[in-house]
C-alpha cells in the first residue's frame, strides 16, 4: 500500500445545495451547425448514475449522473465547497424528506452556464426520490494536502483517503501501478487546459470527431482514465510525457471542444506514474457504491 | 486572386473605451511560482504587432497597442464590437486629445480585450477611457467558390492581402508556422461563436516550446493549426485545418500561451499552406515596413 499523510489532513465541513439543472437560456449551436436545447448538465437526474453508459441520453449534452450541488451566497462557501470536497467523501443531507442520509461525492464538474461549477453526489435510488432541488447538503472533506510520501512529484488532487485506499496502486521499481480503465491520446483532450486550480472543474475528453468519438463510445461513468501529455499541478496544460489521472463524470457533447468530463485525482510530470488498464474498473466498484 | 462577396457585405459601426491596464496579482506559474504579469489592458507604448511574443520581462498574455472593450452590455464579450469588429477594420477616436484620428482593428482577446493599432505619434495623446468606433466589416464573409471555407474575424481588406492563392479546389495561405493541434489549450470549448474569442498555444512545456520554435511566434504572425476545426466553437477534429493569426503574447500558466484568432477553417482538405516568415497582419495590413 501506497504511503500517504493520510494522518495529517484535517477533515472540515462544507456545505452546498443541490442545484437547478444548468441549461443556457437559448438554443446552442453543435459543432456542426445545428441548434440544440441540452439537458443532462446536473441538478437531479433520477435515471442516471455511476457505472452507466455515457452515450445514449437523448439530448443529453455533458450530463452528469446522479445529483448536483454547488456552495451557495459567499465566493468562500463556493472556493471551498468546489476546491477541497474529495472523490469518495461522504456527504449528508441535511434538510427535507431525506434529512440524514448519506451519500458519497463522485466527481467535479466545470464550465456551466454562468460561470457555474457542480460537486457531483451519488446517493441510492430511494434517496434520490426523496431529494428536492434546494436541499442542504454537508460534505465531511477530507483529502486537501493529500500526499504520496514517498511520490513527491506526484499531485494527489480531490482524493479521499478511502478512494486511496480502495484503489489497488501497486509500487514497483519505484513507480506507481496504477489501475486504470482506459488510456486517452492527448489529441482528444480538450476543454480544461488553462483552468486553474486542478482541484475544481474538469478536463474533456472532446466527442466531435468521429475517432474520438469511436474511442469514447464505450465510457461508463465512473471509470478512471489516464490523460496522456497533461500536467494537473496548479492548473491544467499540456506536457509531453506528463499524465494526469482522473474519473469520469460527464457524458458526451455536442458542442466543440467538449466531450466526456473527466475530474482530476493524480499527475506527474516524470514518469512516476504507470498505466495498468483494466476495462473493468469503475469508481462504483472501488467504492463499493449501492444502487 | 480569390473573389469575395465583399459588396453584399454589411459595414455598421461598434464602440468601445480604452480600458485601464490589467494588475490581477500573484497568480502560480504552471510549476507554482508567484508571478505578478503584465501586459493586458491599457495603452502599451512600446509594443506593437509584429514584435515578438516572448521576452517581455513580467509579461503574460501581452497584448500589443491599444486595449478597448465594449461597454453595453455586461460581459465585453457579449458586445457588438467583440462579435462585429474584424482583423484591418478602420478604428477612429471620437473623444480625447486625438480625437478624429485613426487607428486599426488588429484582434481581441477571449474575454475581455479588443485591439487596436494606433501611430506612435497617436498612442502618446492617448488617455484610459477614450472612445473608439471602428467600421466593422466582415462577417459573413466568403470566398467564392469556396463558401464552405469559413472565414471568420476576418476583414475584406486583410483576406484580399493574406497572399491566398487558388490550386485547383484548394485555397493555398501562407503561413509563418505549422502548429499541431495538441498543442491548442485555454479557450477551447469555451464558446459555441468563434468571433469573440482567441485559443491558445499552450507554452506549459519547456522542451515543446523549443521543439517547435515557438519562442520566435510574433505577434501577427499567421499560422495554421492542425487538426483544429474552429467553424461553431474551437476543438479537435482529425483532418480539420484552421488558419489563425496571433493576437496576444507567452504565458506561464498551465494551458496557456500565444493567442489566435481563427481566421479561416475547414473540415476537409480545401487549404493548402506554403511557409513565409513574413506572413503578418502587420505586413498585410501596412502597419510596419520592418517585417
Same mark, same amino acid.
Given at each position: 500500500?501506497?504511503?500517504?499523510?493520510?494522518?495529517?489532513?484535517?477533515?472540515?465541513?462544507?456545505?452546498?445545495?443541490?442545484?437547478?439543472?444548468?441549461?443556457?437560456?437559448?438554443?446552442?449551436?453543435?459543432?456542426?451547425?445545428?441548434?440544440?436545447?441540452?439537458?443532462?448538465?446536473?441538478?437531479?437526474?433520477?435515471?442516471?448514475?455511476?457505472?452507466?453508459?455515457?452515450?445514449?441520453?437523448?439530448?443529453?449534452?455533458?450530463?452528469?449522473?446522479?445529483?448536483?450541488?454547488?456552495?451557495? =451566497?459567499?465566493?468562500?462557501?463556493?472556493?471551498?465547497?468546489?476546491?477541497?470536497?474529495?472523490?469518495?467523501?461522504?456527504?449528508?443531507?441535511?434538510?427535507?424528506?431525506?434529512?440524514?442520509?448519506?451519500?458519497?461525492?463522485?466527481?467535479?464538474?466545470?464550465?456551466?452556464?454562468?460561470?457555474?461549477?457542480?460537486?457531483?453526489?451519488?446517493?441510492?435510488?430511494?434517496?434520490?426520490?426523496?431529494?428536492?432541488?434546494? =436541499?442542504?447538503?454537508?460534505?465531511?472533506?477530507?483529502?486537501?494536502?493529500?500526499?504520496?510520501?514517498?511520490?513527491?512529484?506526484?499531485?494527489?488532487?480531490?482524493?479521499?483517503?478511502?478512494?486511496?485506499?480502495?484503489?489497488?496502486?501497486?509500487?514497483?521499481?519505484?513507480?506507481?501501478?496504477?489501475?486504470?480503465?482506459?488510456?486517452?491520446?492527448?489529441?482528444?483532450?480538450?476543454?480544461?487546459?488553462?483552468?486553474?486550480?486542478?482541484?475544481?472543474?474538469?478536463?474533456?475528453?472532446?466527442?466531435?470527431?468521429?475517432?474520438?468519438?469511436?474511442?469514447?463510445? =464505450?465510457?461508463?461513468?465512473?471509470?478512471?482514465?489516464?490523460?496522456? =501529455?497533461?500536467?494537473?499541478?496548479?492548473?491544467?496544460?499540456?506536457?509531453?510525457?506528463?499524465?494526469?489521472?482522473?474519473?469520469?463524470?460527464?457524458?458526451?457533447?455536442?458542442?466543440?471542444?467538449?466531450?466526456?468530463?473527466?475530474?482530476?485525482?493524480?499527475?506527474?510530470?516524470?514518469?512516476?506514474?504507470?498505466?495498468?488498464?483494466?476495462?473493468?474498473?469503475?469508481?462504483?466498484?472501488?467504492?463499493?457504491?449501492?444502487? | 486572386m480569390i473573389e469575395t462577396?465583399?459588396?453584399?457585405?454589411?459595414?455598421?459601426?461598434?464602440?468601445?473605451?480604452?480600458?485601464?491596464?490589467?494588475?490581477?496579482?500573484?497568480?502560480?506559474?504552471?510549476?507554482?511560482?508567484?508571478?505578478?504579469?503584465?501586459?493586458?489592458?491599457?495603452?502599451?507604448?512600446?509594443?506593437?504587432?509584429?514584435?515578438?511574443?516572448?521576452?517581455?520581462?513580467?509579461?503574460?498574455?501581452? #497584448?500589443?497597442?491599444?486595449?478597448?472593450?465594449?461597454?453595453?452590455?455586461?460581459?465585453?464579450?457579449?458586445?457588438?464590437?467583440?462579435?462585429?469588429?474584424?482583423?484591418?477594420?478602420?478604428?477612429?477616436?471620437?473623444?480625447? #486629445?486625438?480625437?478624429?484620428?485613426?487607428?486599426?482593428?488588429?484582434?481581441?482577446?477571449?474575454?475581455?480585450?479588443?485591439?487596436?493599432?494606433?501611430?506612435?505619434?497617436?498612442?502618446?495623446?492617448?488617455?484610459?477611457?477614450?472612445?473608439?468606433?471602428?467600421?466593422?466589416?466582415?462577417?459573413?464573409?466568403?470566398i467564392k467558390g469556396?463558401?464552405?471555407?469559413?472565414?471568420?474575424?476576418?476583414?475584406?481588406?486583410?483576406l484580399e492581402n493574406l497572399g491566398i492563392e487558388i490550386?485547383?479546389?484548394?485555397l493555398v495561405?501562407?503561413?509563418?508556422?505549422?502548429?499541431?493541434?495538441?498543442?491548442?489549450?485555454?479557450?477551447?470549448?469555451?464558446?459555441?461563436?468563434?468571433?469573440?474569442?482567441?485559443?491558445?498555444?499552450?507554452?506549459?512545456?519547456?522542451?515543446?516550446? #523549443?521543439?517547435?520554435?515557438?519562442?520566435?511566434?510574433?505577434?501577427?504572425?499567421?499560422?495554421?493549426?492542425?487538426?483544429?476545426?474552429?467553424?461553431?466553437?474551437?476543438?479537435?477534429?482529425?483532418?480539420?485545418?484552421?488558419?489563425?493569426?496571433?493576437?496576444?503574447?507567452?504565458?506561464?500558466?498551465?494551458?496557456?500561451?500565444?493567442?489566435?484568432?481563427?481566421?479561416?477553417?475547414?473540415?476537409?482538405?480545401?487549404?493548402?499552406?506554403?511557409?513565409?516568415?513574413?506572413?503578418?497582419?502587420?505586413?498585410?495590413?501596412?502597419?510596419?515596413?520592418?517585417?
Amino acid at each position: 500500500m501506497v504511503k500517504t499523510n493520510k494522518e495529517n489532513l484535517l477533515e472540515i465541513a462544507l456545505q452546498g445545495e443541490i442545484t437547478h439543472t444548468a441549461i443556457p437560456s437559448t438554443y446552442t449551436t453543435t459543432w456542426d451547425n445545428k441548434s440544440q436545447m441540452s439537458l443532462g448538465r446536473g441538478g437531479i437526474v433520477y435515471n442516471v448514475k455511476v457505472g452507466d453508459p455515457c452515450y445514449g441520453w437523448e439530448l443529453g449534452d455533458n450530463v452528469e449522473p446522479g445529483v448536483s450541488a454547488d456552495g451557495t =451566497d459567499t465566493d468562500r462557501a463556493k472556493g471551498g465547497f468546489r476546491n477541497l470536497s474529495n472523490i469518495g467523501n461522504r456527504v449528508k443531507v441535511l434538510g427535507g424528506e431525506a434529512k440524514g442520509k448519506w451519500g458519497t461525492v463522485i466527481g467535479k464538474v466545470g464550465y456551466l452556464p454562468g460561470r457555474g461549477h457542480h460537486v457531483v453526489m451519488h446517493f441510492k435510488q430511494d434517496v434520490i426520490d426523496d431529494l428536492t432541488i434546494g =436541499d442542504k447538503v454537508q460534505i465531511r472533506a477530507k483529502g486537501a494536502g493529500h500526499k504520496f510520501l514517498d511520490y513527491p512529484g506526484v499531485a494527489v488532487v480531490s482524493c479521499s483517503p478511502e478512494l486511496v485506499e480502495s484503489w489497488g496502486i501497486e509500487e514497483k521499481d519505484g513507480k506507481l501501478h496504477v489501475p486504470v480503465t482506459k488510456v486517452v491520446p492527448m489529441d482528444y483532450v480538450g476543454q480544461g487546459a488553462g483552468g486553474s486550480p486542478p482541484q475544481a472543474s474538469n478536463w474533456d475528453i472532446q466527442t466531435q470527431s468521429p475517432d474520438a468519438v469511436e474511442f469514447c463510445k =464505450d465510457f461508463r461513468f465512473g471509470d478512471i482514465v489516464l490523460l496522456e =501529455d497533461t500536467l494537473s499541478y496548479y492548473g491544467r496544460g499540456y506536457y509531453h510525457g506528463a499524465v494526469t489521472v482522473g474519473v469520469v463524470i460527464t457524458g458526451p457533447s455536442n458542442h466543440m471542444g467538449h466531450g466526456i468530463g473527466v475530474s482530476t485525482l493524480l499527475s506527474c510530470k516524470e514518469g512516476q506514474i504507470v498505466p495498468k488498464v483494466d476495462p473493468d474498473l469503475n469508481l462504483k466498484k472501488m467504492l463499493d457504491l449501492e444502487v | 486572386m480569390i473573389e469575395t462577396n465583399k459588396d453584399k457585405l454589411l459595414k455598421l459601426a461598434v464602440m468601445g473605451e480604452i480600458v485601464p491596464s490589467g494588475s490581477g496579482g500573484y497568480r502560480p506559474t504552471w510549476n507554482g511560482v508567484p508571478k505578478m504579469s503584465l501586459g493586458m489592458g491599457g495603452i502599451k507604448y512600446n509594443l506593437r504587432v509584429g514584435d515578438l511574443c516572448y521576452g517581455w520581462a513580467s509579461g503574460d498574455h501581452v #497584448e500589443p497597442g491599444v486595449t478597448i472593450r465594449g461597454t453595453e452590455k455586461p460581459s465585453p464579450s457579449e458586445c457588438a464590437l467583440a462579435l462585429l469588429a474584424c482583423i484591418g477594420n478602420e478604428a477612429r477616436l471620437t473623444s480625447g #486629445e486625438a480625437k478624429n484620428e485613426k487607428g486599426v482593428f488588429t484582434g481581441r482577446h477571449a474575454g475581455s480585450d479588443d485591439l487596436i493599432w494606433f501611430p506612435e505619434e497617436t498612442i502618446e495623446k492617448l488617455a484610459i477611457g477614450d472612445k473608439v468606433q471602428v467600421k466593422a466589416h466582415g462577417v459573413g464573409l466568403k470566398i467564392k467558390g469556396f463558401e464552405d471555407v469559413r472565414v471568420n474575424k476576418c476583414s475584406p481588406r486583410l483576406l484580399e492581402n493574406l497572399g491566398i492563392e487558388i490550386d485547383g479546389d484548394q485555397l493555398v495561405v501562407p503561413v509563418v508556422a505549422e502548429i499541431p493541434g495538441f498543442l491548442m489549450g485555454s479557450g477551447i470549448g469555451s464558446s459555441q461563436n468563434v468571433e469573440p474569442g482567441d485559443y491558445d498555444i499552450q507554452t506549459t512545456d519547456p522542451a515543446t516550446n #523549443e521543439k517547435y520554435g515557438l519562442k520566435k511566434l510574433r505577434l501577427g504572425d499567421i499560422v495554421l493549426l492542425q487538426d483544429q476545426l474552429c467553424m461553431n466553437g474551437r476543438g479537435y477534429y482529425k483532418g480539420s485545418m484552421t488558419i489563425g493569426t496571433i493576437i496576444h503574447g507567452w504565458s506561464d500558466s498551465a494551458g496557456h500561451g500565444p493567442g489566435v484568432n481563427p481566421l479561416l477553417s475547414t473540415i476537409g482538405r480545401r487549404i493548402r499552406t506554403v511557409i513565409d516568415p513574413r506572413a503578418n497582419t502587420a505586413r498585410y495590413l501596412g502597419l510596419r515596413d520592418d517585417l
